[in-house]
């Protein structure tokens, strides 16, 4: 059961990852949600880990994902950098799908339905 601290070690990586780019996102006005986002995430990792490590080494082991973690410490540490970071860009990728998908398309085929609200445009409504 050597892949199972690579396992943990992998978890635990990911998640500090993730946890602290989400933490510096939070900081940033325009990506304060998506950084939330992720340092949730992150705790998800970390929580699974520790609750339930058995189960996470049984599913790994039923789907035969064990020799992805039959590696050096050092090399599964980038693979949980590698794979923080994908996870961060695919979820930012669906962020601006949506945006395109409500702003852009939904916009277009129904503009008397969904109108983009601008600045000007609430400020002469407050008045």
């Known amino acids: 059961m050597e892949y199972a601290e690579n396992i943990r070690l992998f978890m ?8 602290l780019l989400g933490g510096i996102l939070c900081f940033i006005a325009l990506t304060f949600r998506y ?13 699974g880990i520790i609750v339930f490590p058995k189960q996470i080494n049984q599913f790994i082991t039923n789907y035969q994902m064990i020799e992805f973690f039959n590696h050096d410490p ?3 540490r980038v693979k949980a950098v590698i794979a923080a970071l994908v996870v961060m860009i695919f979820l930012w990728g669906l962020r601006w799908l949506k945006h395109f998908i409500i702003e852009g398309v939904f916009y277009f085929l129904f503009p008397n339905v969904i109108k983009p609200q601008t600045v000007a445009k609430l400020k002469v409504e407050k008045s």
């Open 74 to 76: 050092s090399v599964i």
């Open 12 to 19: 635990i990586t990911g998640g500090i990852t993730m946890f």
């Open 35 to 47: 950084g939330v986002l992720c340092t949730l995430l992150a705790n998800i990792l970390f929580v």
